[in-house]
């Protein structure tokens, strides 16, 4: 654990999910991958070839660009507007849009966190409030991370997404914390760090990714390991 900056004491523990408490790369493939599938079923769908659905998403997301900020209702979105083009009836849109979503969502959140991260979290909610601050469309109730948490916040629904400060305004109104009462913990430089900082909040980077950062500001802890947290409670 290194400090960059040196923080006074909080009262809340703010987490990203996707790739701070679970590796999610193996599962947004497999989402995807059922989604997929189930659009292959769809004769009128599967004729027009493997990148129809990236031409219906890509279209949604440069004439409506509001919803890029809410990536479930982008995807819903998308879903029904290639439905439509297809020739299906609104309500026939619907439901097919509505067949294929459920396909990718119940893969999106077929998550097994692991134990070790559980007893992390079991730990650090002696001490801390925890809260989670998503930009992610995992339903969190439907796998072992359900009732970890006081407060989940998700972009789209709850606010702009990170590195908007929106999300932790909110968490802030919620909890009737100031900012700096919150340090959020997170695996992007670019959302998670920089949201964090942009709210006036502490931040903490896991560097657990290899990938190039645009945001050149630093976060206030860095780590390499989510179990490195436990100097928390010490």
């Known amino acids: 654990m290194r400090f960059n900056r040196a923080i006074t004491p909080?009262?809340?523990?703010?987490?990203?999910?996707?790739?701070?408490?679970?590796?999610?790369?193996p599962i947004i493939k497999a989402a995807l991958q059922a989604q997929f599938d189930h659009l292959a079923t769809i004769e009128q769908w599967h004729a027009k070839g493997p990148n129809y659905w990236r031409e219906c998403r890509?279209?949604?997301g440069e004439t409506q660009p509001e919803l890029q900020s809410d990536v479930t209702k982008w995807r819903q979105?998308?879903?029904r507007?290639?439905?439509a083009q297809l020739g299906f009836s609104d309500r026939q849109?619907?439901?097919?849009?509505n067949a294929a979503y459920k396909a990718f969502a119940d893969a999106r959140s077929n998550i097994v966190v692991s134990d070790d991260v559980l007893e992390l979290l079991a730990q650090l909610r002696e001490k801390y409030t925890l809260i989670a601050i998503t930009n992610g469309n995992v339903e969190i109730e439907k796998f072992n991370l359900k009732g970890e948490f006081d407060l989940v916040l998700q972009a789209g629904p709850h606010g702009e997404a990170k590195p908007s400060r929106a999300l932790f305004d909110k968490a802030c109104a919620l909890l009737e914390v100031k900012p700096s009462d919150i340090l959020h913990i997170g695996d992007?430089?670019?959302?998670?760090?920089?949201g964090a900082n942009n709210a006036g909040c502490y931040s903490v980077w896991l560097d657990n990714q290899?990938?190039?950062?645009?945001?050149?500001?630093?976060a206030d802890i860095e780590i390499t390991d989510i179990?490195?947290?436990?100097?928390?409670?010490n």
């Open 10 to 25: 909080v009262k809340v523990l703010s987490f990203d999910l996707d790739d701070t408490l679970y590796n999610n790369h």
């Open 58 to 60: 890509n279209h949604i």
């Open 77 to 79: 979105v998308a879903l």
């Open 81 to 83: 507007y290639g439905f």
């Open 93 to 97: 849109a619907q439901e097919y849009a």
């Open 188 to 194: 992007s430089l670019d959302t998670d760090v920089q």
């Open 210 to 218: 290899d990938c190039a950062y645009n945001y050149k500001g630093l």
């Open 227 to 233: 179990m490195q947290l436990k100097l928390l409670v």
